[in-house]
C-alpha cells in the first residue's frame, strides 16, 4: 500500500514512513493511493471478531509494511478491557464501544456508540493510544527518539498525555493556557508524574500557546536537532484508528450486509467523520455520513450550500461544545480530494485560495471554482448545527426519554441525528465524551453533577506537576532543550 499526497507531492512513501510526520511536503495531507476493498464475505467473518482483532484486520490492509505479527501484538495491546474501562454501569468494557438502543418507533431506530471509554473520557483516546504503541514500536525499531510539542485546551493534550506517559524514545512538552482549562481537565493533565510528560502553563490564552508551537515549528534546525514532532489530527495512522469503529459499529447493528446504517458525527476538525468516509469508501454499507457541528458551522455550510469558507479567530465562537470550535477543519482537504476525482492540481489551486481569499466555492453557480457540490450526495453526506440552547435541551431530553447523561458535544450530534432520521435505517450517533468533562454544561441543563467514572471522585485533590511559563519562544527552546539529553 503506498500513499500520495493530495496536492500531488511525486515521492509514494509507505506506512511507517508517514506514521510519524503530519503534513506531506507539499502541504498536503496523505491518503493511499487506492483505497482497500472489503468482500461481503469478509464482511461476514468479520462481525463477531473482537474489537482487538478487527482493528487488526483493518489495519493490516493499510499498514503493510509492518510485519502481521507485530501488528497483532500492538492491537491486542491497545484495545484492551483495562484501557477502555470507564464505561457507564450498565455497558461491558470487553466491547470497548459498546452501543446502547436510545429509540425505537415508527421502524427507526437510534443508536448510541460510546467512544468515549478511554482514559482521558473523550473520542481521540480511540486512535491516540494506538498511536502510542505504533510510535514506540517504530521508534524502537529505528534506534531514534521523538519529543512530541504541541498546545491544547482540553482533549487533545491530555489524550496524547495519556497515550504516550511511559513509553521508551518519546517525550511530551505540551503549552496550555494557564488557569484557563476546566479544573477537571487541569487535573487529569498536570497529575501525571511520569518523568516523560512535561506540562508547560502559559500565562496567556491557546492562540499564544499554538503561536509558540508554529513559531518552534518554524525554526527547522532546531526541530530536526531536537527531534521535534506532534500528533495533530491530520497524522493518518489517527485517521485509520478511527475506521475500525465505524465497522464496528455497523456489524453490531446488522445481521446482514444487504442492511444499510447511518452515522452522526459531532465534528470539528473533519478527523472523525473523514474515518467513516474511509469506511464507506472501502465498501462498508453505510448510507448516510451527517456532519454535527456547533454554533461554528463552516462545514455544515459547506454541506449545504458547496462554499467553504473558513473562519477568522474573532468570528470563532467559544463554546459550550469547545472541542468543536474550529475555523476551518483540517481534514476536510481529504474528502475535496476524493470529491473532485483525486486532482491534486485543482486541490493544490482551492487550498491555495483558502489561504490568499479564505475559501473556495464548489456551487456550480456563476463564478465558482467548479459544481463538485453536486456529487456530495453520492458521498453519503448530510450535515446540521446546534446552539447552546439546543444543547441543553437535548442533555435534558437525553435525561428525560433516554434515562442517560450525554456530554454537550454528543447532544450536538443527537440533535442533529433526530432531524435525518430515515426509516428501516438505523442511525448511529457516535458519543465523543463522558459528560463528567463537561460539568459546568451539565448543571446548567440538568442542575446536578456530571457523573463521574469510578477511581476519578478526587482527581482534583491528586498532586500536580507542572511549569508555568511567559509568552516567550526562546524560554521555551530552552525549556525543551534542557529536558532533552
Ligand atoms: C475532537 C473532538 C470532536 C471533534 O472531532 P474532529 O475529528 O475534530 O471532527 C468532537 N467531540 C469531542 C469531545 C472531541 O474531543
Redesign the pocket.
Known sequence: MHYLSTRGFAATPHFSEILLGGLAPDGGLYLPAQYPQVSASELDTWRNLSYANLAFEILKKFATDIPENDLRLLTDKTYTEAVYCNTRQSESAKEITPLRKLQSQNGSTLLLQALSNGPTL???DMAMQLLGNLFEYALERDGSELNIFGATSG??GSAAEYAMRGKKGIRVFMLSPHLKMSAFQTAQMFSLQDPNIFNIAVKGVFDDCQDMVKAVSNDLGFKSQYKIGTVN?INWARVVAQVVYYFRGYLSVTKHNSEKVSFTV????????CAGHIARMMGLPIDKLIVATNENDVLNEFFSTGIYRVRKSAETYHTS?P??D?SKAS?FERFIFDLIGRDAARVKALFAKVESQGGFDLSGKAGSDGDEFKYVNQYGFLAGRSTHQDRLNTIRYAQEHYGIMI?P?TADGIKVARENMQPDVPMIVLE??LPAKFNETIREALDKDADRPVGMHNIEDLPQRFDVMDVDVSAIKQYIASHVD
Open positions: 473523550a473520542f481521540k482533549d487533545t489530527s459531532p465534528s470539528g476538525n473533519f478527523g472523525n467523520i461544545s472541542s468543536m474550529i481534514n456530554d458535544h465523543t465524551a
